[in-house]
């Protein structure tokens, strides 16, 4: 009793206070905001994933959603060796294609890191390659590798050689569709770290030169601590990217020869719409999506700790 | 002077808005169609030519037949969409969503896929309203166009793989025989005899193949020697029977070929038909659709082919059984939609068109779908229609009812390719050829 004569003052004034407090509170209206964005993702990307993972459990093609089977589409998935072979070939093009892509739009983005005119025009150069589209690009490099015709069948006859085939050699064909990948693709990492390293306040490379420290100490204690979260960034962008492939692969060899150069995408394209096994399509994108989330995950995750660490 | 602006600039709206009305109104429009086909772009060359009779190669032909087609039917416009042979990815996508183009170019080999979902329309009325009756079509023509008694696409022609030889050479390698003739193997073993000799007299390889990534010329060529050995393997539509030691000795025979360096190895489609124009080799494997552009590239002065001349000629038979080669044809098919009567009766029209100008389709190399022009004398008067006439006769099919024939192609040209450049044996690509084909057929 005596508490609740107490507590009443408090009781009273409540609403005032609660007014007060809501100004900083969350309100439901706030989310009329985000409502815009809100509705483009549910529909883009909710409902298709949704929509892709029911029809994974169907036998379905481009005309029918078909009959309820079950886990079947993931079983003939598992018992399929060019499936097996897509994620490996996979695996191997973002082995090639995401360090090399780090490393060099680091390095390059040390080298026009200064506020020179050549700079700026190196800067454009190479991010140029970027706004092509992959139709372009391919062409680009189909002219450069192609036998007998191509700009490498071309230098190496002055030397009086046959080129490597880069488009049928199964040893060569994927290293051909990375190399066409890094070149269309360096400009992003570039620019991201040219953005980081221009953050990096100029005091700390002041102190270090006062230090004695040399390039290499200065670049190892001081640079790449400061861009570890944009390195991590690129390392993940450039994952879930690049675990995407397929235009270059359906355009440079058609996944030949005999599928080394099939990626998964182009393995879910194929099931898709040449197979016209909707089904099968569908669960592959299931099982390309759950790779895709572990691997940016991991690398998240273990980047994380490193830093913690640190 | 502001009013007088406005009212100056509202009579002009007025006008213009009118004058579009007017264009708009269905009595000024002309009725659409939309036609979707494969063999290419060359508008830079034939973009306004309406004469096509000028026209050379499939692209140039088929692009001037149908700008003659709306020059000469005002009251129609067809609007085409050019797309990657075969084009099939694209179709399905645009018939999943419900927008198929009106008319579209289907192999023979393809049309069941499409009949079978009922996404075709059946066309012997149309045809029989526009005077065209199926008794007009060849017999192979008829066939590959006829599913379930109705016809669901209007013949063009027939195709089949030839060999295209390079005269000069092969005189070189001694390899022409007194009446000038080139002299063609008539075994296995006088194949690659001839090929080796080909290579010891002229340096070059016998064959020129179209190696790199390629599924389609590996699959033709190991049909037509199934044929030749009368292996049935398509018995039953619905499950192939293929690693068989009939489909052993053909791989067997191009692994040699390629082992030997006998053939160019890796070219992809352009490049080998560069390096035939450019006399790189002795024979290219290649369709009838090249006799129209290598003819004349051996008519101008200074190529390579003008030097000892051009001749063409079905694949050599070179085993004992029926005489035969693998064949197929196009198809102008007519997507099942809604239409008003008069986009139908242009349609019909256009069909109609297509048919009465066979004769100038056949000048590509491909064989007439009309019977009339198959036996008029002007298509045999055409250039080496005496040499590969015999493919009336020879030309084969797969039966129809097999389904996702070219994603057959696709896995039959993957495992041959591993097994003749060596990245697999010649036993592990038969039998996964056959589990991955029977894989797709028990899943249709």
Redesign the interface.
Known sequence: MADAALSSPANRAAPAKARVQNVQAPLWRNALFVLPFLVVFVALLVVPLVWGIWLSLH?AD??SSGRFVGFANYV?LYN???FWQAIGNTFYFVLLTVPALAVIGLMLALALNSRTRTAAVLRTVFFASSVLSVTIVTLIWRIVF????GLLATVYGWFGAAPP?F????DLVMIAIAIATIWWCIGLPMMLFLSALQQIPGDIYEAAALDNANRWRTFRYITLPSIKRTFVLVVVIQIVLQFQLFGQAKLM????????SKPMVLYI??AA?????LG?GAAASEVLFVLILIAAMVQFLVSRRKGESA | MIHTLRTSFLAATAACALAGGLLASPAFAATELTFQRFFGACDADFGSNTDVSKAVGECGIITSMVNKFNADNPDIHVAVTTVEWPGYDQLTAQFAAGDPPDIVTIHHSALSDYQTKGLLLPLDDLLAANGIKPADFTDASRNGVTKDGKIYGLPIDNWTMLFHINMDLFKQAGLVDASGKPILPKSVDELLAQAKQFKEKTGKPYLIQNLANETALYTRNLYTYLFQQNSDFFADPTKVKINTPEAKKVVEMYKAIFDQGDTTKDLDYAASINAFLAGEGGVHLNGTWMIGDYNASAEKPGTALNKGGYAVYPYPQLFSGKHAQYADGHSLAVSQKDRSEEQTAAIGKFLKFMADHDFDWSRTGHLPAMKAVLDSAAFKALPHRDTVAPIAELGTSLPGAVQRQFAIQDIIGQEMSAAITGQKEVDASLADMESRINELLANL
Request: aromatic share 16%; proline share 9%; hydrophobic share 35%.
């Open positions: 036998k481009a005309f003939r399929d060796k060019i192609v036998p007998g015709f085939a488009l049928s050699d199964p060899t058609n996944g030949g020869p005999n599928n080394v394209y194929e719409f040449t197979k016209w096994d099968l």
